[in-house]
């Protein structure tokens, strides 16, 4: 499933920005942004906690936001 808020070309530049992160946060972001889990879910099925799954997505997005100015 691609993130319906992004077409499909800058989804791909998304997940290869995943990639190049910490293991825990490719995790977190591959399960919201590739596969649409909320924060609360990630946080229930990793061993993450919700503090640190929030953060992480919000650090990501901020940075996307900087970069496709939406």
């Known amino acids: 499933a691609t993130c319906s808020h992004y077409p499909a070309r ?4 998304i997940l290869s920005m995943i ?8 995790e977190i972001l591959t399960l919201y942004f590739h596969q649409e ?3 609360t879910d990630i946080s229930q099925i990793t ?3 919700y503090a640190k799954v929030h ?3 919000q ?3 901020n940075e996307l936001k900087a970069i496709y100015k939406e």
């Open 10 to 13: 800058v989804m791909a530049e």
């Open 47 to 49: 061993e993450h906690s």
């Open 37 to 39: 889990y909320t924060a």
């Open 19 to 26: 990639e190049e992160r910490s293991e825990d946060h490719q």
């Open 59 to 61: 650090r990501f997005r």
């Open 55 to 57: 953060q992480t997505i």
